[in-house]
């Protein structure tokens, strides 16, 4: 009776351990089904996945791999920089969570999975994608803090995860309905529009020494235009970029702490200054900014040949 007791006993310990594993398999399982049907790039699905396998290179995982490196976190340097630490508990990353208006529990010891899908379960809808998009948004500001000594702050972190998010969904969108406030009705054109005639038509590229950001020098080439429009003191001129985040962010009314917020606010008030000049900035797909593509000037006819098959096809639509 003992033995048999003691088997009967053994098999139901090993059924219910077969059930739990059934039941996190189930779990693990729809987990990723909901991750993958996330409407988001699919880089951030990727940064998803890796930080869901628990393989971003935090300072803990290089630790384990046996890499010396101290194992502090960066934006805090008080705390051990695990995957849920940097992304959740992080006193900064909470500032950036607060400005999202999304509540997370600091002292949950719980990995990143278990912590995401718990967020996913408790956000309101219209606040959903913009989960996976922050913590994206903070491990890439993570990374530009080690990598390039850049630090961000929270209000930029939380503007890089929402514009990131809404220009992925506006790419989606075949009839570009800008959804964002900043858009105006002439935005998004995707060839360029010749000026009325008897326009003047002066066109200037520079280059200028440096290592940044794409949407830095963009937001540099519409400072300069701006500033060249001012000083030839020119009326109703038209600045057109591919850059939407460099409209957006000259359109709102964030402030940018960061040498990109300086540009932004120079630009800002080059547009005041030009108030009564009717000058505009206007957003353009790239295919529409083809003939922006290295340092020269040109005027009337002179158009160097490398520039004939763009003009012409800007010309030809
Ligand atoms: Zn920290």
């Not at 949950?108 to 379960?121: C, N």
Request: glycine share 4%.
């Amino acid at each position: 009776m003992d033995r048999l007791g003691h088997y009967t006993v053994k098999s139901a310990h090993s059924l219910i351990q077969k059930r739990e594993i059934t039941e996190v398999a189930e779990e693990v399982s729809v987990y990723w089904k909901r991750l993958w049907k996330l409407s988001i790039p699919p880089k951030v699905k990727s940064f998803l996945w890796q930080a869901s396998t628990n393989c971003l290179p935090t300072k803990c995982n290089l630790q384990l791999k046996g890499i010396s490196v101290n194992d502090l976190c960066p934006f805090c340097n008080s705390c051990r920089e695990s995957t849920s630490h940097v992304l959740f508990s992080c006193s900064f990353s909470q500032v950036c969570w607060n400005l999202l208006g999304v509540q997370i529990d600091p002292d949950d010891l719980g990995v990143f999975a278990d912590r995401f899908a718990k967020l996913l379960d408790s956000i309101h809808a219209d606040n959903l994608l913009h989960i996976p998009m922050l913590c994206w948004a903070l491990w890439k500001s993570r990374n530009e803090l080690i990598w390039n000594q850049k630090g961000a702050e929270a209000s930029e972190i939380v503007t890089l995860a929402r514009i990131t998010l809404e220009q992925w969904k506006n790419a989606q969108d075949r009839s570009f309905d800008l959804s964002l406030g900043f858009a105006q009705i002439s935005d998004g054109a995707a060839n360029w529009q010749p000026p009325s005639p008897g326009s003047l038509l002066e066109a200037k590229a520079s280059c200028v020494g440096g290592l940044v950001e794409p949407v830095f020098s963009e937001a540099l080439g519409i400072r300069e235009a701006l500033s060249w429009i001012k000083t030839k003191d020119w009326h109703n001129v038209e600045v057109e970029s591919d850059s939407l985040v460099s409209i957006q962010a000259i359109r709102s009314s964030t402030v940018f702490l960061s040498y990109f917020g300086k540009i932004v606010q120079e630009c800002r008030q080059l547009l005041l200054d030009l108030i009564c000049h009717e000058v505009s900035i206007k957003f353009v797909k790239r295919s529409a900014n083809a003939v922006a593509i290295s340092d020269r000037i040109v005027f009337g006819s002179a158009i160097p040949p490398d520039m004939n098959c763009v003009l012409l096809n800007d010309l030809l639509v």
